[in-house]
């Protein structure tokens, strides 16, 4: 057997090579799949380009018709035992996932891994709900709204956090009616695989779910371009988006985004101290690879020296280390060139002027891909460390003395992912966050969102929003037939 046709990883057998047409598929180059928590090599990954891509498109294709046309009730108890399949292999998906990527397995054993189940069980009850429409009369015309599955869906997700962003683009996507392909991200491909065995053992039919696994440049490039997909859903980065919009408007193909972010954490001098510091302690979470993470801490000068001596302190505390030990805080980055590219972010925000209070390099202890938290301070106005995205973990802190400063300085960005403001007056929560320029704001909370409500990002952070119906309005097309009461003969 080829060597990159399976590995155990942390006691978790993964197949290696692509899943397309309910079938296992070598291809003849692989692409090298490294652990960031020291760097050592999982596996060598089934490289698929053009030719895979084509095979997968074709087999979502010719599978779409029959699924399509399945009651919504089946639709849904397929992705039901879908769900069902995830919650048994919680531990293995987490161990796997940790491995891949360098997240803590706390957070998948308690949230990640039971949240993808969720995006499937969810978004089946939501396709039983919210397709069916109630016929509309108009003028003695009756009006028949109907969701109908587009065809066959592209998704591209990041490696941050892989499997949950997939299956929150996969879930809807299969519920409405469509048949999907998935290029998984190169730096942390292994659940992607294993979501496919779930999805088989489902008794989800072959070709439904595709799964071509490759790099950005050769398999991500091909399947943009395709002319046969009808829907593309991508997470990653502005440079990356924009390469997908000129292949993807060759096509006409209708795009959703969610991009990067620089949200902003606001709080006034009426705030819950306590609740601020934790919100902002909370931002470490993932290694701060997190594209919702409130990386611009903006807070009145009444408060910001006590802030900051507190976030300081608070950050200190967090453990560094092995992601696998149920104790620590702040894990490894993603790979050696992410690594040097956050470095480089601090080391010219140094140069600029700014000041590390805590962090502002390696973590000499760990080694390998290990950064330590790190607050800046005293970064001039406009600088890099301040307007671009910095996905790792740095925040920075800046005062202000108004009200409509502090959301001057909360909007002065190209991003408008999310927001968060933290303050006890109901009021001034309801002025200030209707003047954040958000697709999310938080208001003395973070990281809160029914599945029904909607999300996507302002500016350069996205194009449109999924979630509940909206998801649903963006993997169907809407047809509206209209019944005149003339003309009909009497059978």
Known sequence: MPHHESAIVDGVTVDLRHWIGGTRISSPTTFPDYSPLDESLLGDVAAGGANEVDEAVSAARAAFPAWAALPVAERSAILRRVADGIDAR????????????????????????????????????????????PDLEV??????????????????????????????????????????????PEWAPL??????????????????????????AEAGAALTAHPDINRLAFTGSVPTAGTISKAAAENIVPLSYELGGKSPLVVLEDADLDLAVSIAVEQFDNAGQVCLKAARMLVHSSLVQEFTERVVEGAA??????????????????????????????????????????????????????????????????????TE???????????????????????????????????????????????????????????????????????????GREGGIWSFDFYTNIKNSVFSPQGWKEN
């Open 90 to 133: 919680v531990e293995d998906l987490s161990r796997l996932e940790t491995r891949d990527n360098g997240s803590l397995i706390r957070s998948h054993r308690r949230g990640v891994m039971p949240r993808v189940a969720m995006n499937f069980r969810a978004f089946a009850d939501f396709a039983e709900q919210q397709l069916g429409h």
């Open 139 to 184: 003028r003695d015309h009756r009006e028949r709204i109907t969701y109908e599955p587009a065809g066959v869906v592209a998704i591209i997700t990041p490696w941050n956090a892989p499997l949950m962003l997939a299956t929150w683009r996969i879930g809807p996507a299969l519920a409405a009616g469509n048949t999907v392909v998935l290029k998984p």
């Open 191 to 216: 659940t992607a695989s294993l979501l496919a065995e779930i999805s088989a053992e489902a008794g989800l039919p072959p070709g439904v779910f595709n799964v071509v696994q490759g790099l950005g």
């Open 317 to 386: 505390t967090l453990r560094q280390g092995d992601p696998r030990d149920e104790a620590t805080d702040v894990s490894a980055l993603i790979s050696r060139r992410h690594f040097e590219q956050i470095d480089g972010f601090v080391e010219r925000a140094l140069a600029d002027g700014a000041r590390a209070l805590l962090g502002g390099g390696p973590n000499e202890e760990l080694g390998g891909l290990y950064y330590r938290p790190t607050v800046l301070v005293d970064a001039p106005p406009g600088s890099e460390v301040l």
């Open 389 to 463: 995205e910095v996905f790792g973990p740095v925040v920075t802190i800046e005062s202000f003395e108004t009200e409509a400063q502090a959301v001057q300085m909360a909007n002065d960005s190209r991003f408008g992912l999310a927001a968060t403001l933290v303050t006890g007056d109901r009021t001034r929560a309801e002025r200030v966050s209707a003047q954040l320029d958000a697709g999310t704001v938080w208001v003395n909370c973070f990281f809160v969102r029914d599945l029904e409500a909607p999300f996507g990002g302002n500016g350069r952070s996205g194009i």
